[in-house]
């Protein structure tokens, strides 16, 4: 595809920074590297120039590399700035080429919807990309750097190509049933491999609750009874003050969250108000908040401060784990039995609370001896992986329909992983996919 216009974005971080990288992408760009930096440095070379303004007056001196179509980013010419990252400097260079030309500023994403386009990158990656820009946590970098480097879209595009191969043997089957050199069974190890494949693209799925475990981290909920300890609980987790701690019972109101990176892993941990009866209008909205964050919980950590009160379980549906969690240990006056309780701690001394940290542990997927993280990232390729799945299912029990009936289906079955890629239809996706991204990407 083919761009008339050229565009430019700083595409590294805040300012000022010790270097700043400005990008430029399009037909126009080697002129505008000989409009800044006199003659055009040997491609894909990283030469140090002076750039200039328009009447030769120094601007700054930087790196600048130029990339030549199609070997770059975008797949259309390129070049990037290396320059000194004050903003005085980035803003008089990108004055500089907005005064240029066909030149002007990228679009959130637009350096990446061209590599799209020019088919540097597909769907996958491009999502993959924008995870990894955002990723925080070793696990997340990890999930998103499987998909932005093709390895998700490697599994995709074999996947289609065994649908592809078995409709090409049933069509061959279908035209040339009559003679005699073609053995009738040519399609029985064709349904084979697709009974494997519908299990593979299941098993696959079935990832899907762990890579959103990644994705969105696991959500723990601090739950309990008023003045059990919850927010100093929270705010010793987080290692700061997030939460208003105080010995009046009804403090907390609304829920208050706080991201934790536990092993690798997102954590998001939510404080709630502590849970009775209350006629206090605020309060029990705040309580009302409480119920409906445990009810949306992958755990619920359970405190009381006196062991004769784990009373508020049953606001806890069933299938949610509990970790019942004894509060302010460090006060003598209540004693607590070993089965009173799952973990022991005092915020105000710390004891109990790398017990505590263990025990989260154990409910962190175990991705020990994975290698890869091969797993569906975002519910669009669930969609499309459940609508392949049912089709090949539907395939599979055609048989009394016919071949030509079967073979449909399997188009349709690639088809739909064909829309996970981008290699099909996808038109109306872009500009969502794409918003997700920041300028300069
Ligand atoms: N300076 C800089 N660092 C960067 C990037 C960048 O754009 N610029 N990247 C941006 O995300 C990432 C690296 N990704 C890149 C992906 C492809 C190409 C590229 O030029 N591809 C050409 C040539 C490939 C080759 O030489 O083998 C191509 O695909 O044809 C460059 C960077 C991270 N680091
Ligand atoms: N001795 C002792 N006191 C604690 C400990 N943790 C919290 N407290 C005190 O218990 C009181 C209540 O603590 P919070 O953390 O506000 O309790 P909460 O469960 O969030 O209370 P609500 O927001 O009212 O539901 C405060 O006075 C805290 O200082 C502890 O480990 N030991």
Known sequence: MQFTDTIYALSSGALPAGVAVIRISGPATAQAIARLCGPLPQARTATLKTIRTRNGEALDSGLVIYFPRPASFTGEDCCEMQVHGGRAVVQAI???????????????????????????????????????????????????????????????????????????MIEAELDFADEDDVPGSVSASIWKDMQTLRREIEEHIGQAGLAEIIRDGLRIVIAGEPNAGKSSLLNALAKRDVAIVTEIAGTTRDIISVDLSLAGFSVKLYDTAGLRETDELVEREGIRRAHETIGRADLVLLLSDNPARFSVSEAVPGNIPIIRVATKIDRDDVSWLPSDADIFLSTRTGAGIADLLDALGAYLPD????????????KRHVDCLRQASAALERSLLSEALGLDVQAEQLRVAGDALGRITGRIDVENLLDVIFSEFCIGK
């Open 94 to 168: 990108l004055d500089e080429l907005a005064a240029i030309a066909d030149l002007r500023h990228a679009e959130a994403g637009e350096f990446s919807r061209r590599a799209f386009q020019n088919g540097k990158m597909d769907l996958v990656e491009v999502e993959g990309l924008a995870d990894l820009i955002a990723a925080e946590t070793e696990m997340q970098r990890r999930l998103a750097l499987e998909h932005s480097g093709g390895g998700q879209s490697a599994l995709y595009d074999g996947w289609a190509r065994r649908l592809t191969h078995a409709r090409a």
């Open 367 to 378: 991705l020990a001896g994975k290698t890869s993280l091969s797993m569906p990232s975002r």
